[in-house]
């Protein structure tokens, strides 16, 4: 079974505008990843988030989680064409194997 | 450093038939995962390799699924006989040596596009 579920399932936006996309989980995590995919690379991890941090950054990325609503969310700032792809929470629950979601579809328009 | 390596990145076969997959990992990396993603799905873990043992395959679908990794190093996945619902994108990942309590990153290879006709 797929722990996370990412929303929205598609998200359409201008280039320039911020880009939010969210993860839910159903059971106690380790860690939280966020994965871009897109035809071009393949899969490539984001950032991790540990069960006891509550916001990371990474470039124009910013990770939050909130443990206690099992949640967390991705926001992309003054997104690119670039930024079109696929992205998908996965959680584990210890080892550090990531169960991966549905993903969120992301289009940025030039 | 180069990536991970995967071939074919197509397939097309019929129901019935066999087919395999060839992964080449990053060199020094020890654990080797196999997904399969399934459109418009995430990718879901099929085998996890540490060096040339197998550290998790609950997962596969030990009945027509095959996978080795005889020296350590390179992989295979084997499908035989292929059903309609195998059609997927099969994805070959590796990282260095996993202790359990530290993130080895994963880096993914292109994948392999199965369709089963």
């Known amino acids: 079974s797929q722990q996370g579920e990412e929303d929205p399932q598609a998200l359409s936006i201008q280039e320039g505008e911020n880009a939010t996309m969210n993860c839910s989980y159903k059971?106690?995590?380790?860690?939280l990843q966020w994965y871009r995919q897109n035809s071009g690379r393949g899969l490539v991890h984001l950032i991790l988030?540990?069960?006891?941090?509550r916001e990371k950054h990474s470039g124009r990325l910013r990770v939050t989680l909130d443990t206690s609503k099992k949640s967390s969310s991705l926001l992309i700032t003054a997104s690119r064409a670039a930024d079109t792809a696929s992205y998908f929470c996965a959680t584990d629950s210890g080892g550090y194997i990531p169960t991966f979601g549905r993903g969120t579809s992301l289009i940025v328009h030039p | 450093e180069a990536g991970v390596a995967q071939s074919p990145r197509y397939k097309i076969i019929e129901k019935r038939q066999s087919v395999a997959f060839w992964c080449n990992p990053i060199s020094g990396h020890a654990t080797l995962y196999w997904y399969q993603q399934i459109l418009g799905q995430g990718p879901k873990l099929l085998i996890q390799?540490?060096?040339?043992?197998?550290?998790?395959d609950s997962q596969l679908p030990k009945d027509r699924f095959s996978a080795e990794r005889l020296k350590g190093v390179d992989s295979t996945l084997k499908i035989q006989p292929a059903k309609l619902e195998d059609s997927a994108v099969y994805l070959c990942?590796?990282?260095?040596?996993?202790?359990?309590?530290?993130?080895?990153?994963?880096?993914f290879g292109p994948g392999t596009r199965l369709t089963v006709l």
């Open positions: 059971t106690s995590i380790n860690n």
């Open positions: 990942a590796s990282s260095r040596a996993r202790t359990g309590v530290s993130y080895n990153e994963q880096f």
């Open positions: 390799f540490q060096n040339n043992g197998v550290v998790d």
């Open positions: 988030i540990r069960s006891n941090e």
